[in-house]
Each structure stands twice: as C-alpha cells, then as structure tokens.
C-alpha cells in the first residue's frame, strides 16, 4: 500500500513538472524566434525591416496549425500585415496609411516571379527591392515615381496608384531586337553564312579547308 501511494506521489509530482515546463515553453517568445521557426516548418521566407520586430515579444500559434493560421495568430498579437508575395516569401510591414508612405511589390508581368534589387525613384528619395521585389518609401511632393531594373521596361507612375496594402508593380520583360548579320569565311575564307542559314561559297576567295594541304578545286 505504501509503495502504491509512493508511486502516486511521484507521479503527481512529475505532471506537476511537465504542467510547468510546458507553460514555461509556451509563454511570450521574441518574434524573430517564432518566425525562424515557421520558416524552417513551412520552408518559407520572411522578409521585413528590422525595427519593425525588434523587442516583440508573442505568444507562439498552436504547433498543429496551418501557417495561414499562424500569421492571423500573429497579426493579431503584433498589429502587422503578413502579406505573400509568392510560393514562399512574405513580407512583414507595420500598419500604415497612404499619407506618408508609398509601397509596392515588384513582379514580372511574363512569369510573376518578384524582382530584386529594382530602384524606384521619387523625387529625391529612393529606395530597393529585397529579395521578394518589396519595397517602400517616404511619400515626398513630386509627382512621379520611376521603377528600372536590369532587363525590364522602366516604368513611370503616379503616386497615387499605389495602395496601402503595397500590391503588386508589375514591369514588362525588356526585349532588344538585334541587327541581321553575315558570318564571313565560316569554316574557311570563301564560305559565308547567311541569316536564313544558307551557306555561299565564292570560289575565287576559297581558302583551304580543315584537314587539306591546298585549298579545294572544287
């Protein structure tokens, strides 16, 4: 009777343990910690500015949950916006209004994929693409804002077809069409090549082919 009572007791006294720890586990975590780990369960990317996060402490989302789920557990908590930009990034921004500040998502119109490290320009204040095409900046009095990015067409927008919401900017692929050109003396002096892939030979200039120890008489 004794060892059965002992045996309750310790049992009693290690769930009161594993009570503890799991309320220990499940307090307030730094945010960056819990997106480190949603990023390693749902193989996705954050991106977000630094001062953004900094010192924000939450409590973790249930472990058996959806990452939809997850970023509604946190935005809730936090007040930011989750917004995904594709298959596996998402961008982290605090709440804003039009006023003051001016964002987008940079995609292309021809596979939809996020382009980085595009300039936009307005006025005087410029800023880049991350690594999911996101960006933002502080609204100024001009006019204009001016998108370039290696391989696209320039774009130049108003400020005020941007949303607080930062939806996608898309830019059309860049295409040069280049001139029409004649190989001369291809495979030996004589022999052209045209654009339509047929080839010319000129006898008078036919130089000695590969392999012959004299031009050939053809």
Sequence with gaps: MVTKHAG???????????TTQAQVNTGKQPLRTILQSLEKQFN???????????????DPPPRRTSLANSLQVLSQQTGLNFQSLNARYIAISEPRTSANILCGTLRSSDTGESIAGASIQLGTTSAISNEGGYFELNRTDSTHVIIKSLGFEPLELSPNQFTIDCKAVLMKTSYTTLEEVTV????????????DGSLTVRNEFLGILPGLPQPDAL
Excluded: P, R, W, Y
């Design 44 to 58: 996705v990317a954050f991106t977000f500015a630094d001062k953004s996060i900094a010192e924000v402490n939450v």
């Design 8 to 18: 309750a007791f310790l049992t009693g006294i290690l769930l009161i343990a594993f």
């Design 184 to 195: 001369a003396d291809f495979i030996a002096a004589g022999i052209e090549k045209k654009t």
